[in-house]
């Protein structure tokens, strides 16, 4: 499968969906947006990107199937499944924030091999498929070579809905704003992420995520030389709902912190 052919033509895809997004942006109006659960919202843009993006993608790839955020599509497994967040960052988008994006990855047979994340508000568009390195823009993008967390600059996402960890995720919170550079909060996992492929950022870690929110960044740090995984190391960021991603050696460093704080429930 030529994996570069592929991400070539979802880019155009994609690109144009995020275009239609900010045409969309200064429309939306109160009573178009849905609460889903406590601090998650949705409106007719992320319904309708959804769509757009799974038929397009669908041309692409005919016999692929979906796991999507707002499972405009059934949510069906095979050798080929785009997993797809159309909307990153909708709290953000709705109240006119610059912050949101595209995120799409395939999987094919279970391992992710593609991702690529469109920030429209500032028209990058972040791709990156096995093998391939990862890009912004047609210009190639590793993470940060910073070797000193004390010299690092990190993202996070704030729990807004699951609090059942919040005691341990504070308890790392406070050591990485006491020992580094300082800790963003965007409120966009995949902006983080590419943000971080791109040496941005030199690593970003989360809790509660969705598979939707990480598949498609996994793949950008990756392949743009940075370490991906949980907060205990293990390979699992994908299913977990916990992500940690850096270059390498600050990756080390704050797996450290993280496997400490989050050694205990401490809610």
């Known amino acids: 499968m030529q994996l570069e052919?592929?991400?070539?033509?979802?880019?155009e895809l994609i690109k144009a969906v995020g275009q239609w997004q900010l045409a969309e942006q200064q429309r939306v109006r109160t009573a178009d947006v849905e609460v889903k659960a406590h601090n998650s919202?949705?409106?007719?843009?992320?319904?309708e990107s959804e769509r757009r993006l799974v038929a397009g993608l669908l041309d692409i790839l005919p016999q692929s199937t979906f796991l999507t955020e707002e499972r405009t599509v059934a949510a069906?497994?095979?050798?080929?499944?785009w997993i797809i967040d159309p909307l990153d960052g909708t709290t953000n988008y709705l109240?006119?924030?610059?912050?949101?994006?595209i995120s799409v990855a395939l999987q094919l047979d279970g391992a992710l091999v593609a991702g690529l994340v469109y920030?429209?508000?500032?028209?990058?568009?972040?791709?990156?498929?096995?093998?391939g390195g990862a890009w912004c823009n047609g210009q190639r993008i590793t993470v940060r070579a910073n070797k000193q967390l004390a010299q690092?600059?990190?993202?996070?996402?704030?729990?807004?809905?699951?609090?059942?960890?919040?005691?341990?995720?504070l308890r790392a919170f406070?050591?990485?704003?006491?020992?580094?550079?300082?800790?963003?909060?965007?409120?966009?996992?995949?902006?983080?992420?590419?943000?971080?492929?791109?040496g941005r950022f030199d690593?970003?870690?989360?809790?509660?995520?969705?598979?939707?929110?990480?598949?498609?960044?996994?793949?950008?740090?990756?392949?743009a030389g940075g370490y991906v995984s949980d907060f205990h190391g293990y390979d699992r960021a994908l299913d977990s709902g916990q992500i940690l991603a850096a270059s390498p050696t600050i990756h080390r460093a704050m797996l450290e912190v993280l496997c400490s704080a989050f050694s205990t429930n401490d809610a």
């Not at 052919?5 to 880019?11: D, L, P, S, T």
């Not at 069906?76 to 499944?81: E, K, M, N």
């Not at 690593?203 to 392949?223: H, K, M, R, T």
């Open 5 to 11: 052919h592929i991400c070539q033509q979802a880019m």
């Open 95 to 101: 109240h006119g924030l610059p912050c949101f994006g």
């Open 119 to 131: 920030d429209p508000p500032h028209d990058e568009l972040f791709v990156a498929w096995r093998g």
């Open 152 to 169: 690092a600059l990190l993202a996070t996402g704030f729990p807004y809905y699951d609090y059942s960890l919040l005691g341990n995720y």
């Open 41 to 47: 919202l949705v409106s007719y843009v992320d319904k």
């Open 76 to 81: 069906r497994t095979s050798a080929q499944q």
């Open 174 to 198: 406070k050591h990485f704003v006491q020992h580094t550079r300082g800790v963003r909060r965007w409120g966009a996992a995949a902006i983080d992420l590419a943000w971080t492929a791109c």
């Open 203 to 223: 690593g970003f870690f989360e809790y509660s995520l969705n598979p939707w929110d990480v598949a498609a960044g996994i793949v950008l740090v990756c392949e």
